[in-house]
């Protein structure tokens, strides 16, 4: 079991991003063309839209997937309890919600750039490992 590398977690994050927030702007199109609202609006309730269904979207994949998200699955990370086992609930839970909000992720890579460790601040909160599945 292979911790992945920061690179490839980065890129993982990166298109998971793209991914929910093309999703929210996609979603929130009728906002926008049926409703008269201020552009400001539309772009709030887009984030609002891509936070929910990322938080939604990433605890169900984790659940299902046994501890793979839409970037991660492209990058060949897992994530992994600490003990080498599948992803609890909890865990999951916690992976989704951390993940979906951005401030966590902005402190995460900070924090590996920082201290280049093998965890990072979403993984210490959620008790959980990333792993290489291309090696």
């Known amino acids: 079991m292979e911790t992945a590398r920061l690179a490839k977690r980065v890129w993982a994050y990166i298109i998971n991003l ?7 702007f996609a979603c929130s199109i ?22 929910v269904f990322s938080f939604i979207n990433d605890l169900f994949i984790l659940v299902l997937t046994r501890g793979y998200t839409v970037g991660s699955a492209i990058m060949g990370v897992r994530y992994v309890a600490s003990d080498g086992k599948k992803l609890s609930f909890k865990q999951a839970l916690v992976r989704s919600g951390s993940e979906s909000t951005l401030i966590f992720v902005f402190f995460d890579l900070i924090y590996f750039l920082k201290n280049r460790t093998e965890r990072g ?15």
């Open 18 to 24: 793209f991914f929910y927030l093309a999703t929210g």
């Open 30 to 51: 009728p906002f926008l063309t049926l409703l008269s609202w201020p552009v400001y609006a539309y772009i709030l309730i887009s984030l609002g839209i891509a936070f």
């Open 121 to 135: 601040v979403i993984d210490r909160l959620s008790d959980s490992f990333a792993i290489d599945t291309r090696i």
